[in-house]
């Protein structure tokens, strides 16, 4: 299973954007870009996944470098409730069964 | 739409024990993955289930077992739990096993003493 490198922590201030980054240099053509968080006390939430283009939706953006072996999440506007722990998961196809496989995150930490 | 449900939300088992867990997916969704997490091991994929089938499992010894039922929910059973069964058991539901997003319960916490 390919493997992400992301840092353990990243500290922001409230309302300012925030790129937290991910590595993944044995990324396969097939795999996936997954970034879920999870808040204290409740299980991971869905962030947003791209294979290749940038993506946005409401909650963020994905920045992807070209060569796919690193991306960015960006967060427009921290705030407060955006405290918790990021995954960056790469998620294979049918070859690697569509499995989420987590690291161990970066923690990030919102000060008002 | 209601999200998934996991229950027990929390549960306290003595060692040699055997314990059930119980996740319904958010309707209409025919995937569910189990995922153990701990301090020190994070989070860890368990198995899949599509189809009342398991898919796919982690790497984790054969006390840990699950099915799904025709209607999509699962459970997970541990047989002759250990101290280090002690975790928080989460569920996540998706529409189809390739689709982007999966939906994760808020888990069911386990000690074992």
């Known amino acids: 299973d390919a493997k992400t490198t992301q840092p353990n922590s990243m500290e922001s201030n409230e309302e300012e954007p925030v790129h937290l980054p991910c590595n993944h240099s044995?990324?396969?053509?097939?795999?996936?870009i997954h970034w879920y968080r999870q808040l204290p006390s409740q299980g991971p939430e869905y962030v947003i996944h791209g294979l290749t283009s940038n993506v946005n939706n409401r909650m963020a953006s994905l920045a992807i470098a070209e060569d796919r072996k690193s991306s960015t999440l960006i967060l427009h506007r921290a705030t407060l409730r955006d405290a918790a722990v990021y995954y960056c998961?790469?998620?294979?196809?049918?070859?690697?069964?569509?499995?989420?496989?987590f690291g161990s995150g970066t923690r990030l930490l919102v000060r008002p | 739409k209601a999200g998934v449900t996991q229950t027990p939300r929390y549960l306290i088992k003595t060692r040699g024990q055997q314990v059930t867990l119980s996740c319904s997916p958010i309707?209409?969704?025919?995937?569910v993955s189990w995922y153990q997490q701990t301090p020190g091991q994070g989070l860890q994929f368990l198995f899949e289930y599509f189809s009342e089938t398991q898919r796919n499992k982690g790497n984790f010894p054969g006390r840990f077992s699950g099915r799904q039922f025709s209607n999509s929910r699962s459970e997970m059973n541990v047989s002759t739990l250990e101290l280090g069964d002690s975790a928080l058991y989460l569920c996540a539901s998706s529409l189809s096993r390739n689709v982007g997003e999966q939906y994760f319960g808020p888990g069911t916490r386990l000690t074992v003493t």
């Open positions: 044995t990324i396969s053509g097939t795999d996936y």
């Open positions: 998961i790469l998620r294979g196809g049918m070859d690697s069964s569509y499995k989420l496989i």
């Open positions: 309707s209409g969704h025919r995937s």
